[in-house]
């Protein structure tokens, strides 16, 4: 039974449908009184709120002219922030879906991001400029980080927000002190950097290029380990244990990895063109994917546990004339 238990169990994603264009990045908020959340940003300028653990839909954020680049919610999901081809970048109520500030910029938003306390705005993208905008006093002048070369695709705090971390299209990852704005450090890479996550706890940073997924230490920017893909990626994101990572690219798959062996666990097709963003849900339960065929896709971390839509039914459960079907897929499109 045990060998017809395991195929029985196969990794069945929730998909989150709505977005009329490609799905280009996602985050998740904190783990707050009424969930967690989870916010996409789309080429089709209408970023979506919906529930974490379900992908059910609770609203779109209205008032962008252009495609949402970034897309991001402070930790208890009261706040959403987004980053936008119409150059600029947005700040939203995330319980009424009202528009609170239009911060606008010299060219193409790619990236924002809160502070911890949800007092400051960090923004980054085509005009090679980091800005730190005090969202209690938004008609001041952002603070103004120069430095990069090229377009900035991804800016995060890091170090309890004492710190920044940049990456961009001139091939480098830059750590710039806040209170000096003075670079720290830089990676120098041989291609272009496509994602980059932070993991607080344990100051971890998460660097996909080509077809490689490296760890360094947020820090001291020192290498922890490198992986090769079978494909090129995208995005990849550790999961809030460090038991395992995943990854998402340009062969449509997921794929779950040991961390601490480096070796492939899983890989799962479901999406119907590159993989763009992946994140794991803040409790670690499961992780979301968003791609160039405009979906979201929630996937299970442990395959056939009940959570969310998911429920699993046991052997004992069912009568000999289902007794096939040991994993029941959730029906629902959310």
């Given amino acids: 039974l045990a060998s017809r238990q395991t195929m029985a169990m196969r990794q069945t994603p929730l998909t989150c449908s709505g977005h009329t264009r490609p799905v280009v990045d996602l985050a998740f908020s904190g783990i707050t009184p009424y969930g967690y959340f989870l916010i996409s940003a789309c080429k089709d300028g209408k970023p979506m709120l919906r529930q974490g653990d379900t992908g059910d839909w609770i609203g779109t954020f209205l008032g962008h002219k252009g495609a949402v680049w970034g897309a991001t919610l402070n930790t208890d999901a009261t706040k959403a922030a987004t980053a936008a081809a119409d150059f600029t970048a947005k700040v939203w109520d995330a319980v009424s ?183 794991f849900s803040p409790d670690g339960e499961l992780y979301a994917s968003g791609s160039e065929d405009g979906t979201l896709r929630l996937w299970q971390t442990a395959v056939g546990k009940t959570y969310g839509l998911w429920k699993c039914v046991l052997p004992e459960d069912l009568g000999a004339e289902n007794s096939e079907q040991l994993y029941t897929a959730p029906e629902i499109k959310a």
């Fill in 97 to 279: 879906g009202d528009e609170v500030l239009t911060l606008a910029h010299k060219h193409i938003v790619k990236t924002v991001t809160f502070t911890q306390d949800s007092n400051c705005l960090l923004t980054g993208g085509n005009d090679k400029l980091l800005r730190i905008y005090d969202l209690s006093n938004p008609e001041a002048a952002p603070q103004e980080i120069a430095g990069h070369s090229s377009a900035i695709k991804k800016a995060l705090w890091c170090n309890n927000d004492k710190q920044i971390l940049s990456a961009s299209e001139d091939k480098t990852i830059r750590l710039w002190d806040r209170s000096s704005m003075e670079e720290v450090k830089t990676l120098t890479f041989d291609t272009s950097v496509s994602s980059m996550e932070y993991v607080a706890d344990g100051e971890i940073l998460v660097i996909t290029y080509g077809k490689t997924i490296a760890f360094y230490n947020a820090l001291s920017l020192d290498l922890i380990k490198l992986v090769e893909a079978p494909a090129p990626i995208n995005s990849a994101s550790l999961h809030p244990e460090k038991d395992f990572f995943v990854a998402g690219g340009e062969d449509f798959k997921l794929y779950k990895f040991d961390y601490s062996t480096k070796e492939e666990l899983e890989s799962y097709k479901g999406h119907f063109g590159p993989v763009h963003c992946v994140r």
